[in-house]
T-cell receptor, first 114, second 115 residues
Framework: DAGITQSPRHKVTETGTPVTLRCHQT?????MYWYRQDPGHGLRLIHYSYGVKDTDKGEVSDGYSVSRSKTEDFLLTLESATSSQTSVYFC?????????????FGQGTRLTVV | AQKVTQAQTEISVVEKEDVTLDCVYETRDTTYYLFWYKQPPSGELVFLIRRNSFDEQNEISGRYSWNFQKSTSSFNFTITASQVVDSAVYFCALSEVAGGSRLTFGEGTQLTVNP
């Protein structure tokens, strides 16, 4: 199994509060991704990183920011959580930048915004 | 823009039945990759298979088989002699060359195999 750890695994937070989710990998993979999973939508890409300090937006980036100061850590921040951000968040890593490269996923973080 | 459609939201079968999960995709690229992932009740995503757009050979791995047809833009997944442990959500996904390893997922199909 790929060494990917997401924390926390579960979180309940109030609307309007900032929230940070952490993804930590031990594989030394260059590429890291944040997806959210919602019923009827599958998984959708929020942000991704192609190296330390190099990040870019995905399909559903509004309301989210990311940071990557070390190869092994990729942080996702909800600047002011809203109920529409209640979701399951998955971190993924891949070794190479290529359409052929499979991504490996963390266990997910279930976030509830009340 | 690329799109993946899994029209079957839920499928329920009895153990030992064969079941096919459908996946239809849209892309403008001539080079792309298709994937299937499994999400068991425990919640993690497990990589099952990757195919590239130039390889239309069907693939079989144990009870699993995949049928890729470019003419119909489909990449269907068949489980033969299904088992209760196959119960999971299955996702089909697409990556384009321009997108690197960023994935576009279908909505997922919940498969329930009853004893």
């Amino acid at each position: 199994d790929a060494g990917i750890t997401q924390s926390p695994r579960h979180k309940v937070t109030e609307t309007g509060t900032p929230v940070t989710l952490r993804c930590h990998q031990t594989e030394n993979h260059r590429y890291m991704y944040w997806y959210r999973q919602d019923p009827g939508h599958g998984l959708r890409l929020i942000h991704y990183s192609y190296g330390v300090k190099d990040t870019d937006k995905g399909e559903v980036s509004d309301g989210y920011s990311v940071s990557r100061s070390k190869t092994e850590d990729f942080l996702l921040t909800l600047e002011s959580a809203t109920s529409s951000q209640t979701s399951v968040y998955f971190c993924a890593i891949s070794e190479r930048q290529g359409a052929y490269t499979e991504a490996f996923f963390g266990q997910g973080t279930r976030l509830t915004v009340v | 823009a690329q799109k993946v459609t899994q029209a079957q939201t839920e499928i329920s079968v009895v153990e030992k039945e064969d079941v096919t999960l459908d996946c239809v995709y849209e892309t403008r690229d001539t080079t792309y990759y298709l994937f299937w992932y499994k999400q068991p009740p425990s919640g993690e995503l497990v990589f099952l298979i990757r195919r590239n757009s130039f390889d239309e050979q069907n693939e079989i791995s144990g009870r699993y088989s995949w049928n890729f047809q470019k003419s119909t833009s489909s990449f269907n997944f068949t489980i033969t002699a299904s088992q209760v442990v196959d119960s999971a959500v299955y996702f089909c996904a697409l990556s384009e060359v321009a997108g690197g390893s960023r994935l576009t997922f279908g909505e997922g199909t919940q498969l329930t195999v009853n004893p």
